[in-house]
């Protein structure tokens, strides 16, 4: 028991570090400014209350210094001008750190998307991580900011309750003990919905799948098509429903519970505010002192309030963001990377190579033994889901095999540094994607180093047969209308030349083509490999086809089945 303990006590202490430093990193300036006026606030209100006291006793019994009242006066406007100054300033800190912290956690999270093992994205689990590692974005920034508010606030709760025991000591210990039940409700309840709102991950990422099908353009054509918005709208609905009763449950017992506690608190005031009018009527207190009571009790309430709210907050954020420390910190979804860098490839050998994902007992890949060398045009075929496009991430180390290991120039491919070894590859995936860029972006985006690129993009253009693009003026148009109304619709064969010219734009020891003419008509498919052919300078190729025409420039073809190397009788000629 005391091992856990000491573990959470870890863990928190881990948080709370890495949401201070994420704050001083994002801006030193803004986080030092906005702990002085956050903290300041709290005076100034207890300031303001303490004057309006002495001036309603001067205004009542003391007349011999009334000549003195408009210090008074002016001491009040002071402190309520600086009150508004510092509420404004304090808000403006928290916007712009806000805005810097955001960004900062953004790309934190997308570096770690993008050092990521690729087989991760084959797990459901992992996209409710990321799921609400997304969401805990604003966590992040409001647990920073609660750590400020929470300071803030008890020192305020500090500062009255010390001003309350000199004016009644009876005052603060019940308004402090009425407050209890309030902030106990509000842990446990927030508490029961964190807990909920974990377990609706993954049936809220299927209701927003349905609602973002309405607006993506590739489903959207066929749900018009096929007449089924309908089908999606009842799917959306159903899983609404479900979320939206669970929390309702939770929400509505919390609301009655949590009204009742602040009921009470509100009535324990009121028989304390009469217990002041009382003493006031009697002459045991003056005017100015029921003034400050009154005052001094609102305050103190609502700051045990922001107390248990900022305390909750933080609770509930603290869940949240460690989790997205999980995923962050998460070294086993990783590729492990090796130290020699290669600046070209010879070589290709996979020995005993088998591939499983990961809870699956059947082999995608099984016992694969393949040598490619340079010069080598080698054709893979074999059925949809035989294991060909596995084959080319393992290649890439965007898998690590299962068993077996991969070689390349006699090398441990483990041994090679993944970025050296992905610059001597130029891939095409199937059914690869274009960005919302403009036409040049998209081509250099596999090579943004390279030299000379406007003659060797037109080269590419006139390669693919995109014409409508040759002129300057077009190459930087943007792709899609989805962020400009000028933007380029390609049809489904100009969107495959364009990803296309993107791949073959990086100059590579090793050329991977997945499927890439399969919404290319024929005249330019021949064209465009003849092209390719006459480009080649005794590198590797390796094409993953089902058409006959790409397999007659081959020089070898392999074929997989059912994730096995198997016999093919190919005659070149």
Request: hydrophobic share 40%.
């Given at each position: 028991m005391k091992v856990k303990e000491l573990d959470k006590n870890k863990k928190i202490?881990?948080?709370?570090?890495?949401?201070?430093?994420?704050?001083?990193?994002?801006?030193k300036l803004y986080t030092i400014l906005l702990f002085i006026t956050e903290l300041a606030?709290?005076?100034l209100v207890l300031l303001s209350s303490i004057f309006y006291k002495v001036l309603i006793d001067m205004l009542v019994d003391d007349v011999t210094f009334r000549d003195k009242i408009y210090f008074i006066l002016i001491g009040v406007f002071i402190a309520n001008v600086i009150q508004l100054l510092?509420?404004?300033i304090s808000q403006y800190f928290r916007e712009m750190q806000s805005n810097i912290l955001e960004k900062n956690i953004?790309?934190?999270?997308?570096?770690?998307?993008?050092?990521?093992?690729?087989e991760s994205f084959d797990n459901s689990e992992y996209y409710d991580k990321l799921e609400e590692s997304n969401n805990s974005i604003s966590s992040i920034i409001e647990f920073t900011q609660n750590i400020i508010s929470l300071v803030s606030s008890f020192i305020s709760f500090i500062s009255i309750l010390v001003v309350l025991v000199n004016f009644n000591y009876l005052f603060a210990i019940v308004i402090t003990a009425s407050s209890i039940p309030y902030s106990i409700i509000r842990v446990i309840y927030t508490k029961k919905y964190y807990i909920l709102s974990?377990?609706?991950?993954?049936?809220?990422?299927?209701?927003?799948?349905?609602?973002?099908?309405?607006?993506?353009?590739?489903?959207?054509?066929?749900?018009?098509?096929?007449?089924?918005?309908?089908?999606?709208?009842?799917?959306?609905?159903?899983?609404?429903?479900?979320?939206?009763?669970?929390?309702?449950?939770?929400?509505?017992?919390?609301?009655?519970?949590?009204?009742?506690?602040?009921?009470?608190?509100e009535l324990v005031k009121s028989f304390l505010g009469i217990y002041l009018v009382h003493n006031v009527i009697v002459g045991l207190s003056s005017i100015g002192d029921f003034s400050l009571g009154i005052s001094l009790l609102d305050q103190i309430k609502n700051t045990i309030l922001r107390i248990s709210s900022s305390t909750v907050n933080l609770y509930e954020n603290r869940a949240r963001i460690s989790r997205f420390l999980d995923v962050v910190n998460n070294e086993e979804v990783l590729i492990e990377c090796g130290e020699i860098d290669i600046c070209t490839i010879n070589k290709i050998e996979l020995k005993n190579v088998s591939f499983s994902y990961k809870g699956m007992k059947n082999y995608i890949l099984e016992d694969i033994n393949i040598v490619i060398s340079a010069g080598d045009i080698v054709a893979i075929v074999g059925d949809n889901g035989s294991g060909k496009s596995t084959l080319i991430k393992l290649l890439l180390r965007m898998y690590e095999p299962t068993e077996g290991v991969i070689y390349i120039n006699d090398i441990n491919i483990n041994k090679i540094s993944i970025s050296s070894l992905r610059r001597c590859f130029s891939v095409y995936f199937q059914n690869l994607e274009n960005y919302c860029i403009t036409l040049e972006e998209n081509i250099c985006l596999s090579d943004l180093s390279a030299k000379h690129k406007r003659m060797r993009i037109n080269n590419l253009l006139e390669m693919s047969k995109l014409r409508k693009f040759y002129d300057e003026e077009?190459?930087?148009?943007?792709?899609?209308?989805?962020?400009?109304?000028?933007?380029?619709?390609?049809?489904?064969g100009e969107n495959q030349k364009l990803a296309l010219s993107r791949s073959l734009y990086r100059r590579a020891p090793v050329l991977i083509l997945d499927e890439p003419t399969s919404c290319i008509d024929i005249d330019t498919k021949k064209a465009l490999f003849r092209d390719i052919i006459n480009d080649f300078n005794g590198e590797i190729m390796i094409l993953i086809t089902h058409d006959i025409d790409n397999i007659k420039i081959a020089s070898r073809v392999l074929m997989l089945s059912g994730g096995k190397l198997a016999d093919f009788n190919y005659d070149a000629s």
């Amino acid at each position: 028991m005391k091992v856990k303990e000491l573990d959470k006590n870890k863990k928190i202490s881990k948080i709370f570090s890495f949401c201070i430093k994420l704050s001083f990193r994002a801006s030193k300036l803004y986080t030092i400014l906005l702990f002085i006026t956050e903290l300041a606030f709290p005076g100034l209100v207890l300031l303001s209350s303490i004057f309006y006291k002495v001036l309603i006793d001067m205004l009542v019994d003391d007349v011999t210094f009334r000549d003195k009242i408009y210090f008074i006066l002016i001491g009040v406007f002071i402190a309520n001008v600086i009150q508004l100054l510092f509420s404004n300033i304090s808000q403006y800190f928290r916007e712009m750190q806000s805005n810097i912290l955001e960004k900062n956690i953004s790309i934190l999270l997308m570096s770690t998307i993008y050092r990521t093992e690729l087989e991760s994205f084959d797990n459901s689990e992992y996209y409710d991580k990321l799921e609400e590692s997304n969401n805990s974005i604003s966590s992040i920034i409001e647990f920073t900011q609660n750590i400020i508010s929470l300071v803030s606030s008890f020192i305020s709760f500090i500062s009255i309750l010390v001003v309350l025991v000199n004016f009644n000591y009876l005052f603060a210990i019940v308004i402090t003990a009425s407050s209890i039940p309030y902030s106990i409700i509000r842990v446990i309840y927030t508490k029961k919905y964190y807990i909920l709102s974990i377990d609706q991950i993954n049936s809220i990422r299927k209701q927003n799948y349905f609602r973002q099908l309405f607006s993506d353009k590739k489903h959207i054509k066929e749900i018009k098509l096929l007449e089924v918005g309908d089908y999606f709208i009842e799917q959306y609905l159903g899983k609404w429903k479900k979320n939206h009763s669970q929390r309702k449950e939770i929400k509505k017992n919390s609301v009655i519970l949590l009204s009742t506690a602040e009921s009470l608190l509100e009535l324990v005031k009121s028989f304390l505010g009469i217990y002041l009018v009382h003493n006031v009527i009697v002459g045991l207190s003056s005017i100015g002192d029921f003034s400050l009571g009154i005052s001094l009790l609102d305050q103190i309430k609502n700051t045990i309030l922001r107390i248990s709210s900022s305390t909750v907050n933080l609770y509930e954020n603290r869940a949240r963001i460690s989790r997205f420390l999980d995923v962050v910190n998460n070294e086993e979804v990783l590729i492990e990377c090796g130290e020699i860098d290669i600046c070209t490839i010879n070589k290709i050998e996979l020995k005993n190579v088998s591939f499983s994902y990961k809870g699956m007992k059947n082999y995608i890949l099984e016992d694969i033994n393949i040598v490619i060398s340079a010069g080598d045009i080698v054709a893979i075929v074999g059925d949809n889901g035989s294991g060909k496009s596995t084959l080319i991430k393992l290649l890439l180390r965007m898998y690590e095999p299962t068993e077996g290991v991969i070689y390349i120039n006699d090398i441990n491919i483990n041994k090679i540094s993944i970025s050296s070894l992905r610059r001597c590859f130029s891939v095409y995936f199937q059914n690869l994607e274009n960005y919302c860029i403009t036409l040049e972006e998209n081509i250099c985006l596999s090579d943004l180093s390279a030299k000379h690129k406007r003659m060797r993009i037109n080269n590419l253009l006139e390669m693919s047969k995109l014409r409508k693009f040759y002129d300057e003026e077009n190459l930087n148009v943007e792709i899609t209308k989805y962020f400009s109304e000028s933007g380029h619709e390609l049809s489904g064969g100009e969107n495959q030349k364009l990803a296309l010219s993107r791949s073959l734009y990086r100059r590579a020891p090793v050329l991977i083509l997945d499927e890439p003419t399969s919404c290319i008509d024929i005249d330019t498919k021949k064209a465009l490999f003849r092209d390719i052919i006459n480009d080649f300078n005794g590198e590797i190729m390796i094409l993953i086809t089902h058409d006959i025409d790409n397999i007659k420039i081959a020089s070898r073809v392999l074929m997989l089945s059912g994730g096995k190397l198997a016999d093919f009788n190919y005659d070149a000629s």
